[in-house]
């Protein structure tokens, strides 16, 4: 079993609908949860960042993480087609521990 | 300000040569972390550098990999005698700390032919 899962997609939506995204984990010893997005031939950029269970709203995007059950939701609400772009999770097990990615959900939102 | 650089963005080379990748995190971070991102998949750790010093580089695949950060700023990822299974994007990021955000550079699209 991988560390770390996500549904590769690719996943399509209409503009402003709500996509969710997730990822499982295995290892019970992760401790920090990530979002990151990644635009084509470009680097990821940190969407979310958190440590505990519960939710976390930043404008559009919702983080949750549900550690009993060692998985991780993105929520994008009203989402644009400049939302469209591979999402990747990342999960560290403790301060200054590597990061580990999840394969990536490629999402195009179509105008 | 600038944000990580990467050179060169792509380079195509035969299988048996010897390559160096450049990354130049943002001025002030003392942490670096080299990636490797194959097609469909997500960013690979490699290893990981405090200052100058690698605090951890259980990710390299092999001896063919190593990596330096000398003066604890830029560092160069060196491939010794490529293989075709080498080819890959590689990701270099940097923090202000190991536990702050990584901010990721463009990467080095990398051929092995």
């Known amino acids: 079993q991988k560390e770390v899962e996500q549904d590769p997609g690719p996943l399509s939506v209409p503009e402003g609908a709500i996509v969710s995204l997730n990822c499982t984990y295995s290892?019970?010893?992760?401790?920090?949860f990530m979002w990151y997005r990644q635009y084509s031939r470009k680097g990821p950029e940190l969407l979310m960042y958190?440590?505990?269970?519960g939710n976390k709203e930043d404008g559009r995007f919702t983080a949750q993480v549900d550690k009993s059950s060692k998985y991780i939701s993105l929520f994008i609400r009203d989402s644009q087609p400049s939302d469209s772009a591979t999402y990747l999770c990342?999960?560290?097990?403790?301060?200054?521990?590597?990061?580990?990615f999840g394969p990536g959900t490629r999402l195009s939102v179509l105008p | 300000g600038a944000g990580v650089s990467q050179t060169p963005s792509n380079k195509v080379t035969e299988k048996g040569k010897y390559v160096e990748l450049r990354c130049d995190p943002i001025?002030?971070?003392?942490?670096l972390y080299w990636y490797r991102q194959s097609l469909g998949q997500g960013p690979e750790f490699l290893i990981y550098?405090?200052?100058?010093?690698?605090?951890?580089d259980s990710g390299l695949p092999n001896d063919r990999f190593f990596a330096v950060r000398p003066e604890g700023s830029v560092s160069t990822l060196k491939i010794q005698r490529t293989e075709r299974g080498d080819s890959a994007v590689y990701l270099c990021?940097?923090?202000?700390?190991?536990?702050?955000?990584?901010?990721f550079g463009p990467g080095t699209r990398l051929t092995v032919l």
């Open positions: 990021a940097s923090s202000l700390s190991p536990d702050n955000e990584q901010f």
């Open positions: 290892n019970s010893a992760f401790q920090y």
């Open positions: 958190t440590y505990s269970s």
């Open positions: 990342a999960i560290q097990s403790g301060y200054g521990q590597n990061f580990v």
């Open positions: 001025s002030g971070h003392t942490a």
């Open positions: 550098f405090q200052g100058t010093g690698a605090a951890d």
